[in-house]
């Protein structure tokens, strides 16, 4: 049974998760779930922006759910769970389309990373973000104290990952967190994607490969595709393929 959905209506793209019993929290099959439709978002060049959203509960997302790692070794645990986590959501945070995660309700530990890997957040007013996990006996895995970092303030982390408290709707805003705080934050997402999608998709993509270069979100692949793509566009590269099936020496112009 698929526990996350992916939904393409016009240009933009809903990426859902679907285990509310388990108040959203992923399990080994939700991140192999996640990742084939990344796989497909990647391969569908329509799609202009992508909304990440969760079936109705309690939370957003509760994180990784302890029956999918509690009795994992530690090897299988740091191994399969954390770097097979780490890979998923660093797909999504490297998306070339532009990302806005909508949290109706409380984003927790690894829904909290999740969140922290799309590109916006719009939050509804009684939601709030956390990491829990030092109450249970272990540390955030999927980025928490990584990504995160360059997302909040060093204290409110500690706030969240040394102290267990949450930090309000309103709070994140005013740290920039959330991009907008609202009794509809579904509505204010899809204005928001219905934008992104009558911007220029190529300087959309380019705009964010440029960002995330200069803030070390995977920087040197970054540069490297953005380096590639110029050199792609150049009649050099033509010249060369030309040649290199033509079984010649290239003529290059510098062009």
């Known amino acids: 049974m698929s526990r996350v959905h992916l939904q393409i209506a016009g240009r933009v793209a809903e990426l859902r998760l679907d285990n ?7 399990t080994v099959t939700m991140l ?3 990742a084939e439709h990344l796989d497909r978002i990647e391969k569908t060049p329509d799609i202009a922006c992508v909304l990440v959203t969760a079936e109705p509960a309690r939370a957003f997302c509760s994180g990784a ?3 999918g790692w509690g009795d994992l070794t530690p090897a299988e645990f740091a191994r399969d769970w954390v770097r097979g986590g780490h890979r998923v959501f660093d797909r999504l945070a490297r998306l070339a389309r532009p990302t806005i995660a909508v949290l109706e309700a409380h984003a927790l530990g690894g829904g909290l990373e999740f969140a922290a890997a799309c590109d916006l ?4 007013v009684k939601a709030t973000i956390g990491l829990p ?3 249970i006996g272990i540390v955030p895995g ?3 104290t990584q990504r995160l970092a360059r997302l909040l303030p060093e204290p409110v982390l500690k706030e969240m990952a040394l102290f267990g408290r949450r930090i309000s709707a309103e709070r994140c805003l005013a740290l920039g967190f959330a991009a907008d705080v609202s009794d509809s934050p579904r509505a204010a997402a899809d204005e928001m994607a219905a934008r992104a999608s009558a911007l220029s998709p190529r300087a959309v ?3 964010k490969s440029m960002i995330h270069a200069a803030v070390n979100e995977d920087a040197g692949a970054m540069i490297e595709a953005l380096g590639s793509a110029a050199v792609a566009a150049s009649a050099d590269r033509a010249e060369g393929v030309g040649a290199f099936r033509d079984k010649r020496r290239p003529e290059f112009s510098g062009t």
């Open 121 to 124: 957040r719009v939050m509804g």
């Open 20 to 26: 509310p019993d388990r108040l959203n929290a992923f």
């Open 65 to 67: 759910d302890i029956e």
């Open 133 to 135: 996990e030092t109450g």
């Open 32 to 34: 192999s779930q996640l």
């Open 142 to 144: 999927w980025s928490g």
């Open 205 to 207: 993509e380019t705009a």
